[in-house]
């Protein structure tokens, strides 16, 4: 059975850091690409970054360059999300995702790509 599942999510105040962690089964990790999209209520789905696992190079979303990094532990088949100096406007339900044969500055950009998609984490950030 494929799962994805993100953890981590939380409520923070502005400035503030959270870590998300998507826990990967079901398909040979190491193949794929894992992105990190968002979605804000009565907003489209935006990609946020993206990890390709075959050589651990990542991309990242123009509203979250500088502040948010991606990395993979390969030995646990879990991808992370590093969120720093966040603000109001980065909360959304935050989803990981799944995908291969493709490049990160695709994928992240293209969410209609995406193979296999996690049941989402909310992330709120606010005074």
């Known amino acids: 059975e494929v799962q994805l599942v993100e953890s981590a999510g939380g409520s923070v105040q502005p400035g503030g850091s959270l870590r998300l962690s998507c826990a990967a089964s079901?398909?040979?990790?190491?193949?794929?690409?894992i992105g990190w999209f968002r979605q804000a209520p009565g907003k489209e789905r935006e990609g946020v970054s993206c990890?390709?696992?075959?050589?651990?190079?990542?991309y990242y979303g123009d509203s979250v360059k500088g502040r948010f990094t991606t990395t993979s532990d390969y030995a646990k088949n879990t991808v992370y999300l590093q969120m720093n100096s966040l603000k109001p406007e980065d909360t959304a339900v935050y989803y990981c995702?799944?995908?291969?044969?493709?490049?990160?500055?695709?994928?992240?950009?293209?969410?209609?790509?995406?193979?296999?998609w996690g049941q989402g984490t909310q992330v709120t950030v606010s005074s």
């Open positions: 995702a799944a995908v291969t044969g493709w490049e990160c500055a695709i994928v992240v950009n293209t969410p209609g790509i995406i193979r296999y």
């Open positions: 079901g398909f040979t990790f190491d193949d794929y690409d």
């Open positions: 990890i390709q696992n075959s050589d651990a190079s990542t």
